[in-house]
C-alpha cells in the first residue's frame, strides 16, 4: 500500500498571502496525484489531477506541481473561500486509492 | 449538472447490518467506475471500495473485505453499499465518488455525494 503524508498538519496565512502545502508517497507516483478541497460541513471537491492539472471551474491561483514522490500545491492569494483542509490522494496503484491526512488552512 | 445523492444512512447496533444507496444523475453512469469513500467525525478520508462502470469488478480496503458488498444497478444509476457486521469503528460520514476518465485507470474521483451518515452504537 502506498502511504501518503502530507505537512503542515496546519498552515496559519493571512488573507492574500501565499500558501504551499507539501504532500509525499512512500513509493514512485508518477503524476498519478490529487488534490481535493474541504470546506467545512462539505463534501471534498476535485482541485487538482495529473499533479498539475486544475479540475474544471477551479481558479487559476490554485497550481499543482512535482511528479515521483514529492508534490505541492500552491495557493497564489489566499481567498477568504479557500480556508478550508486539503487532502492529497494516489491513484497510480490501487487498490487501495490512498489519501494524505491533510492540511487545514487556517487564517492567521 | 452530475449529481449524487446518497441515501440510507441512519443508527444500527454493533454487528447489525445497513444498505446505504447513492443515485447518479447528469452523466452516463454505466460508463464510470464508482467508489465509497468514508471519513470519521473529525478525521480524514479512507477509501472503502470500487467497481468498475459493468460491475463486473470490484475491490476493497482490507477494513472491509469481507464484510462490506459493493454493486450497481445501470438501470437506475444507483450505486450501493452493503455492510454487514457493523462495528463501533466504522461510525462516519459515507460519500459516494465518480471516478473520472471513463474507466481510465489512471483516473482522480472526479465528483462527490454529499455523504449519508452511518452511526453504529449500542
Known amino acids: 500500500e502506498i502511504v501518503m503524508t502530507q505537512s503542515p498538519a496546519t498552515l496559519s496565512v493571512s488573507p492574500g498571502e501565499r500558501a504551499t502545502l507539501s504532500c509525499r508517497a512512500s513509493?514512485?507516483?508518477?503524476?498519478?496525484l490529487a488534490w481535493y478541497q474541504q470546506m467545512p460541513g462539505q463534501a471534498p471537491r476535485l482541485l487538482i489531477y495529473?499533479?498539475?492539472t486544475r479540475a474544471t471551474g477551479i481558479p487559476a491561483r490554485f497550481s499543482g506541481s512535482g511528479s515521483g514522490t514529492e508534490f505541492t500545491l500552491t495557493i497564489s492569494s489566499l481567498q477568504s473561500e479557500d480556508f478550508a483542509v486539503y487532502y492529497c490522494?494516489?491513484?497510480?496503484?490501487?487498490?487501495?486509492?490512498?489519501f494524505g491526512p491533510g492540511t487545514k488552512v487556517a487564517i492567521k | 449538472e452530475v449529481r449524487l445523492l446518497e441515501s440510507g444512512g441512519g443508527l444500527v447496533q454493533p454487528g447489525g447490518s445497513l444498505r446505504v444507496s447513492c443515485e447518479v444523475s447528469?452523466?452516463?453512469?454505466?460508463?464510470?467506475?464508482m467508489s465509497w469513500v468514508r471519513q470519521a467525525p473529525g478525521k480524514g478520508l479512507q477509501w472503502l471500495s470500487g467497481?468498475?462502470?459493468?460491475?463486473?469488478?470490484?475491490y476493497f480496503a482490507d477494513s472491509v473485505k469481507g464484510r462490506f458488498t459493493i454493486s450497481r444497478d445501470n438501470s437506475k444509476n444507483t450505486l450501493y453499499l452493503q455492510m454487514n457486521s457493523l462495528r463501533v469503528e466504522d461510525t462516519a460520514l459515507y460519500y459516494c465518488?465518480?471516478?473520472?476518465?471513463?474507466?481510465?485507470?489512471?483516473?482522480?474521483?472526479?465528483?462527490w455525494g454529499q455523504g449519508t451518515m452511518v452511526t453504529v452504537s449500542s
Open positions: 490522494q494516489q491513484y497510480n496503484k490501487w487498490p487501495p486509492f490512498t
Open positions: 447528469g452523466i452516463t453512469f454505466s460508463n464510470y467506475d
Open positions: 465518488v465518480l471516478k473520472g476518465g471513463s474507466g481510465n485507470y489512471y483516473s482522480a474521483f472526479d465528483f
Open positions: 513509493q514512485s507516483i508518477s503524476t498519478s
Open positions: 467497481i468498475s462502470g459493468s460491475g463486473g469488478k470490484t
Open positions: 495529473g499533479a498539475s
